[in-house]
């Protein structure tokens, strides 16, 4: 299996890179994702950005709640960090995403 790349994650004016995440940090991602109960709240994606962010920037964290951004990017920051601790799959170029068929992500036109 290889190993996971750092990414980059940005709300707002901030930016961070993230490196894979440690087993303490799948640990403490796994409850809040649980307690979701596949909602998606924005708490439970503020909860899972403090964990990915105590460990290289702790600093941060008290702060992230006032940094202007919307629910889209929120979305997209906890989507990488749950690509990093192998939650979700990432989709790789070329593959077709699920549920999508390759008439849905392709020019609009429908085959006979």
Not at 1 to 7: E, Q, S, W
Not at 41 to 61: G, K, N, Q, Y
Request: without cysteine.
């Amino acid at each position: 299996m290889m190993r996971t790349n750092a990414k980059q994650i940005r709300l707002g004016h901030k930016e961070w890179t993230i490196r894979p995440l440690t087993l303490g940090q799948v640990q403490a991602i796994e409850p809040v994702l649980l307690a979701s109960d596949g909602a998606g709240t924005i708490t439970t994606a503020l909860a899972i950005l403090r964990v990915a962010l105590l460990r290289d920037f702790p600093a941060d964290v008290p702060a992230l709640e006032d940094i202007e951004t919307d629910a889209n990017e929120i979305s997209v920051a906890m989507s990488t960090i749950l690509q990093l601790g192998g939650f979700i799959r990432e989709v790789q170029p070329g593959e077709d995403r699920a549920g999508e068929s390759p008439a849905q992500t392709g020019d609009g036109s429908t085959r006979a």
